[in-house]
């Protein structure tokens, strides 16, 4: 009996685990980042207003990149593909996360010129490329929706794993390595090292092998560039909602030190609340079997209502650990969805844009999502400086005023709840669903012809 040959679209099990790499290692870089604050303020003694301003000026700049960073990738034409070139990326992140957390003795001006344009080479130049990239190179390297499903669930365990341990450790590192500036490098180190090869695998096992015809790259004009960002409202209902989510995950981070610091009064149990991140591979492991039933936007949906509840808990709990567990698993699982699945939607929003115009553009809407992501990193960093340095805090204290601790509490709890409830709204508008099996089936009437 012959042999069934294989399909060669079809997802391998090494392409699987090799996708992960890159993923774990870009958002283990996310979790470190989001101390940087902590960092700028206690360890270089810049003060939290002008860290805070450093921070979102950082984001003014990211929002043009990422948009010549969609238009340079829907133009590149390589032997290794569309974007699987741009992997190499992930070496430039970390390398320039190391010259970040080394800034030398310059006086207040020099670090807070150094740190803006090493923060701005991290995020603004090769995150913004592996940003752009991502949803591109599913598209291009795996064919079936099943397979695209199982493999974003499959990359958002293996992220949260990691995430989960970098969350768990660094804060002990803090405890020990960290309580001198000089012992950030070789701390940051200690993740970098093994966190750049990992990012590679991407790039070695998975091929592009899905190639769509020649007007996704040398026939597509600038006018085309901009009239995809005219003409489709669904991107930019996503790009909103994930904007939120965004700034409310990373302001978790961002002012969990402060919190765990000031109100709690031990920052080395984040630990604690760094192991929660163990439950979110269970859920993720479910995934597929939902989306089955319910699709990526409304999921969103449900994520974003759930962070609501987490989030009120939180304001709740004072230094009570058993509701910060509570609140804080909450907050966990509310950003799944919108975090692992949203390449899936940005692919159906690819779609639409298709079945309008007749033209493939994907990187530009990919950019713009990956932009929600970055700018929801600095904004988050850049408010919690902002608004705590209004509220009266000083690093260099011992105490801090009641007004800086209450805000500290409200940038915890209150404020990411209104977040979140905005994110909710925002999704719940989204109504492509409805329209995907038109648009599926018309595209591929078109192409049997």
Known sequence: MRKKERDPYKMT??????????????????????????????????????????????????????????????????????????????????????????CPDFGITGKCIWVFVTYAFVNSVFATFLNSSETVYICRAFKYESDRVKLTSVNGIFIMLFCTVVSIIFPILMGTMGTTKEGWVPMIAIFAIPLMLIGMTRFIFVKEVVVDDKTT????????????????????????????????????????????????????KMSVIGVLGLITPVILAFCPAIMKKISASRLVVIGSIIGVVGCLVKWAAGANMILLVVGNLLATISVLPLSYFAP????????????????????????????????????????????????????????????????????????????????AVLMFSFRLDKKLPEVKAELAARKAK
């Open 217 to 268: 790259t040398s026939q597509l004009k600038a006018r085309d560039f901009l009239e995809a960002l005219k003409s489709n409202p669904y991107i930019y209902i996503l790009f909103a909602a994930s904007l939120f989510t965004f700034i409310v995950s990373n302001m978790t981070t961002a002012v969990g030190t402060y919190y765990f610091q000031y109100i709690v009064g031990d920052v080395e």
């Open 13 to 102: 099990k090494l392409q699987l685990f090799s996708w992960t790499g890159r993923g774990v290692s870009l958002a283990s870089n996310v979790v470190v980042l989001g101390f940087l604050t902590f960092f700028c303020t206690n360890m270089l003694g810049i003060p939290a207003t002008t860290t805070g301003a450093l921070l979102l000026a950082s984001k003014i700049f990211d929002g043009f990149t990422d948009l010549v960073a969609g238009f340079i990738i829907d133009k590149t034409n390589t032997r290794f593909g569309k974007a699987r070139p741009y992997e190499f990326s992930i070496l430039g992140v970390w390398i320039c996360t190391i010259l970040l957390f080394g």
């Open 344 to 423: 899936l939607i940005v692919i159906d929003i690819m779609d639409y844009h298709e079945y309008k115009t007749g033209k493939r553009i994907e990187a530009v809407f990919g950019s713009i999502y990956g932009l929600s992501s970055k700018m929801g990193s600095g904004f988050a960093s850049g408010l919690v400086g902002v608004i705590m340095g209004a509220a009266g805090f000083d690093g260099t204290l011992a105490v801090q005023p009641d007004s800086a601790i209450n805000i500290i509490v409200g940038l915890y709890g209150w404020i990411p709840a209104i977040m979140m409830a905005v994110a």
